[in-house]
C-alpha cells in the first residue's frame, strides 16, 4: 500500500496541482510527503487521492487537494513561521503546515475530530503541531503573534482577533462569505489596515461562529 499510495500521490500533484498552476516547491512537496488516505475515514480511502472534498464526519468535510494547495501557496509560508490553523479537520491540513512551518497552532471544536486528527498527527511522528479545543472564530491569544492564519471554513467576517492576532505584514487566508456566495480571500495587514485580495469562488462548510 505504502508504494501504491506514493504513486497516487505523485499522480495527483501532477494532475491536480501542477497542472492547474500550483508551483511553490515546497508546497508541491509537502503535498508528496503526506499520505491523504490517512486522514479520510476507511470507506473513502479508495477515493483519497481525487480532486474533490470528502467527508469526515460530524458534517465535516476534508477539502480538495487543489484547494488546500491554492491556500498554501496564498500564504507564502516560511520554515520559520507560526502559523495559526482554524479548523482542525481531519489534520490533513494540519500536516502540510507542519511540513512547511516551525510551528502549527490548530483549533478545532469537535472533539471527535480533535481527537482523530491528534493520533494521526502522533502516528505520523509531528512534533511541531499543537492542536486546542475551542471556537476559532475567538483565536487562540496566548500563542499570538502569528506570521500567518489560515482558516478552513467559511466565515462571515473577518474577525478582529485574527487581525490582532496576525503579525504586522502577516497574511490571513480564508474562504468568505458574501451575498453572491463564497470568495477565497488573502488579507496582509499594513498596520491597522488590511490589504484584501480575492482569489475566486469556492465551496466551504461553514465556520460555526459564535454572535460577537
Known amino acids: 500500500m505504502h508504494e501504491e499510495a506514493a504513486y497516487r500521490r505523485k ?7 501542477v497542472a492547474r498552476g500550483i508551483s511553490d516547491r515546497r508546497v508541491i512537496e509537502a503535498f508528496l510527503r503526506v499520505p491523504r488516505h490517512l486522514f479520510v475515514p476507511k470507506e473513502y480511502e479508495d477515493l483519497a487521492y481525487q480532486d474533490s472534498p470528502l467527508p469526515i464526519g460530524s458534517g465535516q468535510t476534508i477539502s480538495q487537494p487543489y484547494i488546500v494547495a491554492l491556500m498554501l501557496e496564498l500564504l507564502e509560508l516560511r520554515e520559520d513561521h507560526k502559523v495559526l490553523e482554524i479548523g482542525t479537520g481531519s489534520g490533513y491540513q494540519t500536516a502540510l503546515l507542519a511540513e512547511l512551518v516551525s510551528e502549527v497552532y490548530s483549533i478545532e471544536r469537535i472533539p471527535e475530530l480533535l481527537d482523530e486528527a491528534r493520533e494521526r498527527l502522533r502516528h505520523l511522528g509531528y512534533t511541531n503541531v499543537f492542536l486546542f479545543a475551542g471556537d476559532g472564530s475567538k483565536g487562540l491569544p496566548e500563542f499570538a503573534p502569528y506570521d500567518r492564519i489560515i482558516v478552513s ?31 477565497l480571500i488573502r488579507a496582509c495587514k499594513r498596520g491597522e489596515k488590511l490589504i484584501i ?9 461553514p ?5 460577537q
Open 197 to 205: 485580495e480575492n482569489h475566486g469562488g469556492c465551496v466551504f462548510v
Open 11 to 17: 499522480i495527483m500533484v501532477e494532475s491536480q496541482l
Open 153 to 183: 471554513a467559511c466565515a462571515r467576517r473577518i474577525y478582529e482577533v485574527w487581525i490582532e492576532e496576525l503579525k504586522d505584514g502577516g497574511l490571513i487566508v480564508l474562504p468568505l462569505e458574501d451575498k453572491r456566495g463564497q470568495n
Open 207 to 211: 465556520l460555526i461562529e459564535e454572535n
